[in-house]
């Protein structure tokens, strides 16, 4: 009996296929956690039986934590590392976490940042704007505010550097100020979505 034993492939389904390649034929593909959501893809992946557990980083999976299985009149139980702690001690956990940390101005700066986001309004601007740069006026018409109200909010935006404006004659045009807060709106609907 062959067994393919695999883990924290994260999603990265080549890497995953790479392996299964590599090593067909095989009678049983054990996976021991953070699938990251591909459960269903694995199964498909392979012509033999699976036995899937969650791991650290399956947020989202009815996955079991553990599983026992028998082989060969043995059981084996099914398990991901780091709920023993395999990987790494705690006190290496905290020493690579230390070493990557920002500094408290930086995560005060970043706190401040994603209070921005903390109102409708300004999160409706900041949509509208990820479709298309547009006036105050027509902001305003599309929702269906008064031109003071969006003006007081695109200033808020504005000092936060998340919008930017051009003016063009008498009229000013306001657009997201890079790629970056276009990516903030669409992995924040992208989340709660899921």
């Keep these: 009996m062959k067994i393919l034993i695999v883990s924290d492939t994260h999603g990265k389904d080549e890497n995953l296929e790479a392996a299964v390649y590599k ?4 009678d049983l593909l054990i996976h021991c956690g953070d699938v990251e959501g591909r459960e269903i893809f694995t199964e498909a992946l392979v012509d033999c039986p ?4 969650s791991g650290n980083n399956d947020f989202f999976t009815d996955l079991p934590r553990e599983e026992q299985i028998e082989l060969c009149g043995k059981r084996i139980l099914v398990t991901h590392g780091h709920y023993y702690g395999v990987s790494m001690g705690h006190e290496e956990i905290v020493e690579k976490v230390e070493g990557v940390m920002p500094d408290e101005q930086q995560l005060l700066d970043l706190s401040e940042f994603f209070k921005i986001f903390g109102d409708s309004t300004r999160i409706k601007i900041l949509y509208v704007l990820s479709q298309s740069e547009m006036c105050v006026c027509d902001i305003a018409t599309l929702l269906q505010m008064g031109q003071s109200a969006i003006s007081h909010q695109l200033k808020a935006l504005k000092n936060a550097r998340l919008v930017k404006s051009r003016r063009d004659g008498k009229t000013v045009f306001y657009s997201l100020a890079d790629d970056h807060v276009k990516t903030i709106i669409d992995q924040g609907l992208e ?3 899921e």
């Design 191 to 193: 989340h709660i979505l």
């Design 23 to 26: 090593e067909a034929p095989f």
């Design 50 to 53: 699976c036995c899937m557990v």
